[in-house]
């Protein structure tokens, strides 16, 4: 009996030992281990199309806060060499084979002209962002503008909103825990958080799926619309900024009728300067006629630390132009001008385009007049070619090109250039930016601590 208690210890301190002595790793106090390097896979290219004009009412016409798509809008797209015409009736995702704008892009358009809302509404179907400025609309009486945000995804997205008014941030109840369910898109009054403000602008923060952003202006006077737009994102605010594409046409008239009364005054030219920062901005804006045409005007101002602020462009006659804008503080802009033809009103806003030495490429609406503008701020020339043709733009310039309605152009640059096409269908208009981007794979490497 002993002899086996005895045994039993031996092979208990054994079994002891062994965990005793078990070799761990080999431990490395205040080294980092080398990182891993992981392949990245370039997500599949896809563009968002916001789909029709959203009118208020609902089917019936009744149902105030509903807004409902009316309508249908013609997509022109380009994807590795093959040109495509869809129709949309509501948001379209649209995925494609290549990268890169050069290679696929997309833009969206609607003539309307329906008892609540007249005009053309173009615009470029984006990526989807996870952030985004919108600079420009008006709340007035007889004005509507609805933020549309579009979400192809299969994750919910939550978005929040900061709007920046002439007196500052917006103070409010749901500007923040938005949702915006996966595969729908939501539309927000933004009467319903700056009620009657006339003078705004938005930055967008997006948490989840990435989506497509964009701001649709509605005026009506009376029972008679009076003009329609759809206006893309903006990108960072900037010291030196440029606004391509604005482009007046009938501005006797148009002045005319502004000084008639006072609900038409939003005829006239007028340039939106936003100050984020927190000191205020100092700015001089300079309207050029393109290819030395038109002088225009230069005009300064001063918009406070967080504000945004509306500018009168005054005296200007028709002609292509730009703005040229040089701060001391970062700020972001647009500008707004109209058309008129017969009794019908349109306007459009012009925004500031990032300037990029351009390998993009971009399509042209069916049935339009469609010309590009270029602005060249540097101090040397630019030469662009758009499919196969070059273009020298002075430097310190900008020039107007006409482009053919219906197709696909591609557009490349030596240095840096801003450009944005101005569209026009039967006397509505509508200003789109030419954009650079791509869906990339890479290597990403992966450090474990």
């Known amino acids: 009996m002993f002899r086996r208690i005895l045994a039993l210890l031996v092979i208990a301190s054994v079994g002891a030992l062994s965990v005793v002595y078990v070799n761990f790793p080999d431990l490395r106090i205040g080294e980092t281990a080398e990182p891993l390097t992981v392949d990245v ?3 599949q290219p896809e563009l968002i199309c916001p789909g029709p004009v959203l009118v208020n009412g609902g089917a019936s016409g009744v149902t105030l806060g509903k807004f409902t798509p009316s309508g249908s809008a013609a997509i022109q797209s380009y994807d590795g060499g093959q040109a495509s015409a869809l129709v949309a009736t509501a948001m379209q995702s649209i995925l494609g084979k290549t990268s890169g704008s050069r290679n696929f892009n997309a833009i969206q358009s609607q003539s309307a ?8 509404s173009a615009a470029n179907c984006e990526a989807g962002s996870n952030e985004a400025w919108l600079v420009a609309g008006d709340n007035s009486i007889g004005r509507e503008a609805l933020l549309v945000l579009a979400n192809p995804g ?25 949702s915006v369910p996966a595969k729908q898109s939501t539309s927000l009054p933004i009467a319903s958080f700056a009620p009657k403000t006339a003078t705004f602008a938005i930055k967008i923060s997006v948490r989840g799926s990435l989506l497509g952003i964009w701001l649709q202006q509605k005026t009506v006077r009376g029972l008679t619309p009076g003009g329609l737009d759809l206006v893309g994102q903006l990108g960072e605010p900037a010291k030196v900024v440029d ?9 006797a008239k148009l002045e005319s009728l502004a000084a008639s009364d006072e609900n038409l005054a939003d005829l006239r030219p007028m340039l939106r300067v936003v100050a984020p920062g927190d000191k205020p901005a100092n700015f001089i804006a ?8 038109n002088f225009g005007t230069v005009i300064q101002g001063t918009v406070p630390a967080g504000t945004t602020k509306d500018f009168e462009l005054t005296d200007l006659s028709d002609g292509n132009y730009s703005i040229h804008l040089e701060s001391d503080e970062p700020i972001l802009a647009a500008a707004r001008f109209s058309r008129v033809s017969g009794s019908n009103q349109d306007f459009a806003w012009a925004v500031a385009v990032s300037p990029t030495k351009l390998k993009a490429g971009f399509s042209t609406v069916g049935n339009a007049i469609s ?3 270029i602005v060249n701020s540097n101090d040397k020339p630019a030469k662009v070619q758009i499919s196969g043709q070059t273009y020298s733009i002075p430097a310190n310039s ?8 219906g197709r696909a152009y591609s557009i490349s640059s030596d240095i840096e250039v801003s450009v944005s096409q101005v569209i026009d269908i039967s006397g509505g208009v509508a200003v789109v930016p030419v954009l650079d981007y791509a869906s990339v794979g890479g290597k990403l490497k992966v450090s474990v601590r």
């Open 154 to 178: 299969k994750v919910d997205a939550t978005v929040s909103l900061d709007i920046i008014g002439p007196s500052g941030l917006v103070e409010g109840t749901g500007l923040s825990g938005i």
């Open 243 to 251: 606004i391509p594409g604005f482009y007046l046409r009938n501005s």
């Open 41 to 43: 896979s370039a997500k």
């Open 113 to 120: 002209n329906l008892s609540q809302a007249f005009g053309l």
């Open 286 to 293: 300079q309207v050029q006629g393109a290819d030395g045409t």
């Open 398 to 405: 900008n020039s107007s090109i006409t482009l053919s309605g």
């Open 371 to 373: 010309k590009l503008s």
